[in-house]
């Protein structure tokens, strides 16, 4: 389905205002988080770096655990599938922010390793969002999922260490050409992902597709400003990290709409069902039951006098024991359930 005046799910409707995409609110948090990563760099550019890296390597395994543990009432194959690959998208991060120029944990002391190590990351995060709306359909094992996806990182991670990766930085000359074109594949990859989710967007989440439509667009202006800097220190180096801190932060709202708020919204649909079909059980069952009950004992006893047939009265008490039975089980039901007493 295809068809763009599809109205917006009963989910997406549901969806309190102030998380919706388009609520100031959902920005505040990176929005501030900006504003004092951008002042943090104006005095020491490689604080600024570890710490947006770290918000992002975060989000990535927060919005992992989340996807993890409630995909039984999700059921979101596709959102579970964006999250394993996001939580090893996080490791490849760490070890991006771990070899950063200047940083000194590592035997490393240039910028070509953790730009390398930022280029193949960049390419499986565009892969992984590009494949994301392919899997609706598909129930993975998860734990397989995430062991694949785990396989390919580490994959990279050698391919970067044996010294096989072709250069990405030249210190004192900047972004090699594999670099810059590279970063415009992703983006044309990305561009693929934005179409591929929209055109089979009635198989992706109605609440959480427009955070992934809103991620991919901070993800290509991230790529957009990877493309041209010649100082791994420099403003468009800045520019493409706040981009990507939204990018993430869109990525992590779209797992956390729709495996917690849309799971806890269908449990608070089904209590209030079930707190009305339990009053209706107090009032609408018990109230006629004691009716039948009272007059069958009124009839029993001949209180204004003879049935006029002996059946009548085997029929009476048979219809006075069955409503005692069938109010001791309703009693029996409520009995069970607090605050129904």
């Not at 994959?155 to 970063?183: C, N, R």
Request: net charge neutral.
């Amino acid at each position: 389905m295809t068809d763009s005046t599809v109205p917006a799910s009963p989910a997406l409707r549901s969806i309190p205002a102030s998380l919706r995409v388009t609520a100031l609110q959902t920005w505040y948090f990176p929005a501030a988080l900006s504003v004092f990563l951008v002042a943090v760099a104006q005095f020491n550019f490689l604080v600024f770096h570890t710490l947006a890296e770290l918000f992002a390597i975060i989000v990535c395994f927060i919005l992992f655990a989340l996807a993890w543990y409630t995909h039984r009432f999700s059921r979101d194959h596709s959102l579970l599938y964006l999250a394993c690959g996001m939580f090893w998208i996080g490791a490849l991060d760490l070890a991006h922010t771990l070899s950063y120029k200047g940083m000194g944990l590592l035997p490393v002391n240039e910028a070509n390793t953790a730009t390398q190590i930022w280029l193949v990351t960049r390419y499986l995060q565009a892969l992984l969002l590009l494949t994301a709306p392919l899997m609706a359909s598909r129930n993975t094992d998860k734990m397989m999922l995430f062991l694949v996806f785990g396989l390919i990182a580490a994959l990279t991670m050698l391919w970067v260490a044996s010294g096989h990766f072709p250069d990405a930085f030249i210190e004192g000359q900047g972004l090699t050409a594999l670099k810059i074109y590279s970063e415009y594949v992703i983006m044309a990859i990305l561009a693929g992902a934005l179409t591929l989710i929209w055109k089979r967007r009635a198989a992706v989440a109605a609440d959480a597709l427009p955070f992934l439509l809103v991620a991919i667009v901070f993800a290509i202006g991230t790529e957009l400003a990877f493309t041209f800097y010649i100082d791994v220190y420099g403003f468009s180096n800045l520019v493409g990290h706040i981009l990507k801190l939204f990018s993430f932060w869109a990525i992590f709202q779209a797992v956390a709409v729709a495996s917690l708020i849309r799971p806890y919204q269908a449990l608070d649909a089904s209590n209030r069902a079930k707190d009305d079909f339990l009053a209706s059980m107090s009032h609408d069952l018990r109230t006629p039951l004691n009716s039948i009950l009272g007059f069958s004992d009124m009839m029993r006893s001949q209180m204004f006098g003879p049935l006029g047939h002996a059946k009548y009265e085997d029929y009476i008490s048979n219809i006075h024991a069955s409503g005692t039975h069938l109010l001791g089980l309703v009693n029996d039901i409520l009995a069970t359930i607090p605050g129904w007493w």
